[in-house]
């Protein structure tokens, strides 16, 4: 089982930065694909941003404003979010243990709890 805790979220003016945490405990390791999706009230869960050891992955929305690292020390996944817009605003999920195409949901395995974005415009 692996357990995932998402943390970093809030409300911030339009232009600004936030920095989400995913930390994972649990039978995790540095293959392990990890990635954040986010659903806006009445929409469905959409794919963020992904990195596992081939690369990492951006929502076209997203590239050149979200950058995602982690720290295998740590087991930790970090997801830097600048320039955000009233449109970035979501809950914000963290993922692990994808296999095959890591930007659709049902690959995943686990699921933290989400954390909520806010923007203001």
């Known amino acids: 089982q692996v357990q995932l805790v998402e943390s970093g979220g809030g409300l911030v ?3 600004g930065s936030l920095r989400l945490s995913c930390a994972a405990s649990g039978r995790t390791g540095s293959n392990y694909a990890m990635g954040w999706f986010r659903q806006a009230p009445g929409k ?3 794919f ?3 990195i596992r050891w081939s690369g990492t992955y951006y929502a076209d929305s997203v590239k050149g404003r979200f950058t995602i ?3 295998n020390a740590k087991n930790t996944v970090y997801l830097q979010m600048n320039s955000l817009k009233p ?3 979501a809950v914000y999920y963290c993922a692990a243990g994808a296999t095959g195409d890591v930007t ?3 690959r995943y395995d686990y699921w933290g709890q989400g954390t909520q ?3 203001s415009s």
Do not use: H, L, P
Request: hydrophobic letters at 35%.
């Open 48 to 50: 963020v941003v992904a």
């Open 104 to 106: 659709t949901a049902r």
């Open 87 to 89: 449109g970035d605003t």
């Open 117 to 119: 974005v806010t923007v």
């Open 69 to 71: 690292s982690r720290d």
């Open 13 to 15: 003016q339009a232009g």
């Open 44 to 46: 469905e869960r959409e």
